[in-house]
């Protein structure tokens, strides 16, 4: 398979002016190929052309200035995003000249797209079926504390939720549509350390449910079928550095936010100094999932006609974990998976290992879709030989 012949997924980045969506998919990349690393999984991930350059600058404009002692002011160092920009990461086995199985397509909105759709961006969104809106988590938490007045404010509830609805109304039956929103800026409330209210995660949870209220809520009212999923990854983007105030704020300027280094125990595998962002890779692992199973629900309904209830009676199996004995289904999703992977058996299994590393548990959560997501990772399974047909 070359480039163009790719089955290709659009996921559309949407959220207000500066609230860090070109930065998510620069720290995305970066997080995503340490954990492939890491667990020496036999994957790569990278983007096409010019974009895996451009992401792999972005991340070195951001590591600017933390090896400063004293308390900082936010580094603006990343251009803001005047058209939409298309990143297609190509999913392979590693290694030279392996050619690409799928491709993730996101495309990264200037932030006044939230408020100022026009009719290419309106057909984008019509054609994704997987988004990502990016929330900023300092002004989530403290916006109100500080009283940003409501013409400043980056988050733009109101457009996420125009935007949300718009998208249901475009998007048509039968297939599921993931909505993934990346809270960006939050190890202030996350990353343990001590004097830290051990409540605060799920402050940043509640604010974000209080604040996009109207949109999760019009959410609910149209997605009558139950096939849309909504994930919350908070992620830890500014990596050592915790929020200790905005600046005082000046007439019709976004106050300025100063962080200072933050003292508290870092993960395993994060380096204690330097921009260091953790859990970036949540939202890939999640849109991966997501597409990987898409695509095996769109091959079950194709092949619904002649394969027999079996097929249907797996994956309601697979709802009860690994309790599926029909042979029949067994090789059927075997040969449906290894098919999606070009009979590359290594490859499913290193893709299905990266997918298995999504975080759904506080403070991270699910809002819809529990059944279908949990359906999903439970899917993957079949090839970790965990599960063992009868
Ligand atoms: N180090 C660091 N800087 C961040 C983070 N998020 C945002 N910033 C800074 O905030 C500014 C805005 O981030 P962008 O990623 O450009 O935001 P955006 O949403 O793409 O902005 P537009 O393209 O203008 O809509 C940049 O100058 C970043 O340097 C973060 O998590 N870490
Ligand atoms: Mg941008």
Redesign the pocket.
């Known amino acids: 398979m070359d480039n163009e012949n790719v089955q290709t997924h659009e996921i559309l980045m949407f959220?207000?002016?500066?609230?860090?969506?070109?930065?998510?998919l620069?720290?995305m990349l970066q997080d995503s190929i340490r954990a492939i690393v890491d667990d020496s999984l036999a994957l790569q991930m990278t983007p096409r052309g010019k974009g895996e350059a451009h992401l792999n600058e972005?991340a070195s404009?951001?590591s600017v200035g933390y090896e400063n002692d004293n308390e900082m002011t936010?580094?603006?160092?990343?251009?803001?995003?005047n058209f939409p920009v298309d990143y297609i990461f190509d999913v392979r086995r590693a290694g030279p000249k392996q050619p690409p199985v799928l491709a993730l397509h996101f495309t990264?909105?200037?932030?006044?797209f939230t408020s100022n759709m026009d009719d290419d961006l309106k057909k984008k969104f019509s054609t994704s079926r997987a988004a990502i809106l990016?929330v900023?988590a300092l002004e989530l938490m403290e916006g109100s504390n500080y009283k940003i007045p409501a013409n400043l404010r980056r988050n733009e509830p109101r457009n996420a939720r125009n935007l949300v609805l718009a998208w249901l109304n475009e998007a048509g039956p039968p297939s599921s549509l993931m909505l993934c929103v990346a809270l960006?800026?939050c190890e202030t409330w996350i990353r343990k350390r001590s004097g830290l209210d051990p409540e605060s995660a799920t402050k940043l949870l509640d604010a974000f449910k209080h604040q996009y209220r109207e949109m999760l809520s019009a959410v609910s009212s149209l997605d009558t079928t139950n096939r849309v999923a909504v994930v919350i990854c908070p992620?830890q983007?500014?990596?050592n550095?915790e929020f200790v105030k905005f600046e005082p704020l000046q007439q019709h300027v976004y106050p300025t936010p100063i962080f200072r280094k933050i003292v508290g125990e870092a993960t395993n595998k994060q380096p204690k100094k330097g921009?260091a962002?953790v859990d970036a890779d949540q939202p890939l692992r999640h849109l991966l999932s997501w597409v990987l199973i898409e695509q095996l629900e769109a091959r079950r309904l194709q092949n619904e006609s002649y394969q027999s209830v079996a097929i249907r009676k797996t994956l309601k199996a697979c709802d009860w974990l690994f309790e599926l004995k029909t042979a029949e289904a067994y090789n059927f999703l075997r040969s449906t998976i290894l098919d999606i992977f070009g009979q590359d058996s290594d490859l499913a299994r290193a893709v299905s290992s990266f997918v298995h590393g999504v975080k759904r548990d506080s403070p991270f959560a699910v809002l819809r879709g529990n059944d279908l997501i949990s359906r999903r990772s439970a899917v993957w399974d079949f090839l970790n030989a965990k599960f063992v047909p009868k």
């Open positions: 959220g207000g002016p500066r609230v860090g969506k070109t930065t998510l620069a720290s972005i404009s951001l936010n580094f603006e160092n990343v251009e803001s995003t990264d909105t200037p932030g006044e990016v900023d960006m800026k992620v983007s500014v990596g550095l921009f962002p």
